[in-house]
């Protein structure tokens, strides 16, 4: 499909261990997006990618979360010594450009720590 | 402190009937509010947008509108369908990052 992808859809691991989660945005759009959901709340911001611009980071919650986008497309989230308390539903979306656009969601990789 | 807030956690309607979500903003940098959709294990789905030039948007059975002078905005939904059984996440953006409230829960009862 056209949509945004992300892998794997669920992930189960142990506390410590490190976790890597891809996201593959729509073809020809320029805005990524990350963020998590926890159980009963609300889309948590984590970082945002515009082009070949810097990131904005200044979602993610501590130095253990890192992310990158390679040639402009497919992105990794990295989580490095994973906590239980980084259990989540992590979601990816995409935008055509930053600025007043809606955004695509992929349907999320959902993050279990033992 | 929540800039965006959704403070009905649910709302129960009958089918046929009209269905309002509501949505507050502190923020009045906000000028694009957005409505989305979410059924169990699949991500948001846009719904419909408003830009804060306009008071009122309408695409089929969803109506956004929008009061800036309350700093809110509502969703109806008409008729109402068992279909719509969702969660309905709020957003509002005033640069690149939109902000998200944490959602109603809306059952329609056939």
């Known amino acids: 499909g056209a949509g945004v992808s992300q892998s794997p859809s669920n992930k189960v691991t142990e506390k410590g261990k490190d976790v890597e989660l891809r996201c593959d945005p729509i073809?020809?759009?320029?805005?990524l997006y990350w963020y998590r959901q926890s159980l009963g709340q609300g889309l948590e911001f984590l970082i945002y990618?515009?082009?070949?611009?810097?990131?904005?980071k200044s979602g993610l919650p501590s130095d253990r979360f890192s992310a990158e986008r390679t040639g402009g497309s497919v992105s990794t989230l990295t989580i490095q010594r994973t906590q239980q308390e980084d259990s989540a539903v992590y979601l990816c979306a995409s935008s055509l450009t930053a600025h007043n656009q809606p955004q695509h969601f992929g349907d999320g990789t959902r993050l279990s720590i033992l | 402190d929540q800039q965006v807030k959704q403070n009905s956690p649910s709302l129960s309607v009958q089918e046929g009937r009209i269905s309002i979500l509501n949505c507050d903003y502190t923020n009045s940098m906000f000028d694009y509010f957005l409505w989305y959709k979410k059924y169990p294990a699949e991500g948001p789905t846009f719904l419909i947008s408003?830009?804060?030039?306009?008071d009122k948007n309408e695409d089929g059975r969803f109506t956004v509108f929008l009061n800036k002078s309350a700093k809110h905005l509502s969703l109806h939904i008409v008729p109402s369908q068992p279909g719509d059984s969702a969660v309905y996440f709020c957003?509002?953006?005033?640069?690149?990052?939109?902000?998200f409230g944490r959602g109603t829960s809306l059952i329609v009862h056939p």
């Open positions: 957003a509002a953006s005033g640069s690149y990052i939109p902000t």
């Open positions: 073809s020809g759009h320029t805005a």
């Open positions: 990618f515009q082009g070949n611009s810097a990131p904005d």
């Open positions: 408003i830009s804060s030039i306009k």
